[in-house]
């Protein structure tokens, strides 16, 4: 094939993910950091300037709300990890071909509906009325109906149930491509389990650990449908607050200033992730 024609199928094959790219992310975030940077002085009237930001940093319920949005997420992404690592490491290294199909089929099921559809199921479950407070009323277990809803942990528990995908697939990827000579070596050399796993497993996992972390930690802290219906009043969730100056309070400049601070903020956990772990974003994928 000629170097010309080569150059052009590569460049039709890449341009609907580069449109997509600038259109569906690029341009909107330059427009939201726009919006943000906009003061209001008057009726239709605007000035450029920080004053945004300032306000936000001066409103100690905002700063709150963004790092307890910020320890929620950490906390998802690590009891993601705690409960998808088994799963993808028998995946991967255990189960046949018709299991880790038939396992993969049921990690898919959850994104089969909407968030609002999973939530609502969570909240059929865990309200006073619900099913598992009727089963453990009927076992006598408990004397009256418990509403198991509108607190921390049901939060955790929806949005780990959404996000435990995204840390498994990661996962999966990487751990297939270990070599099983390297665990039959270290058991041959007078490991044990815990120091193979230690010493061999997490190494190796290390770009899908980082990986699926990464992934699961930017969707739980930019979502809002779960943390809104399972915890109520009490969920206090970041994009609650962009959501209303956005809807609520039709004020634009703050909505778009918050997203700003959200998106800047996450980024900044993930790369001291990456710096603390020692990984780089050309290594979350799979080892060199």
Known sequence: ????????????????????????????????????????????????????YLDFVGEPIYRNT??????????????????????????????????????????????W???????????????????VSSVLLRLGIIGEPVEMLYNDVTVVIGLVYTVILFMIVPLVSTLQGMDNALLEAGYNLGGSRLTVFRRIIVPYAMPGIVAGCIITFMLTAGSYLTPILLGGKNSSWFTEQIYNQFITRYNWEAGATFGVVLLVFTSLVVWVGLWVTGQSLATTVAKD
């Open 1 to 52: 094939m000629p170097r010309g024609a080569g150059r052009l199928s590569l460049f039709l094959l890449f341009t609907p993910f580069l449109l997509w790219i600038v259109l569906l992310i690029v341009l909107p975030q330059i427009g939201i950091g726009y919006v943000s940077l906009r003061e209001k002085v008057g009726i239709n009237q605007y000035e450029f300037g920080l004053k945004n």
């Open 66 to 111: 963004l790092l307890r949005t910020a320890w929620m997420s950490i906390l998802v992404t690590a009891c993601a990890l705690v409960i998808g690592f088994p799963v993808a490491y028998y995946i991967a290294k255990a189960a046949g071909e018709r299991s880790r199909a038939t396992l993969f089929l049921m990690c898919l099921i959850p994104l």
């Open 113 to 131: 509906v909407s968030d609002l559809v999973r939530a609502y199921g969570w909240i059929v479950l865990l309200r006073e009325t619900g099913v």
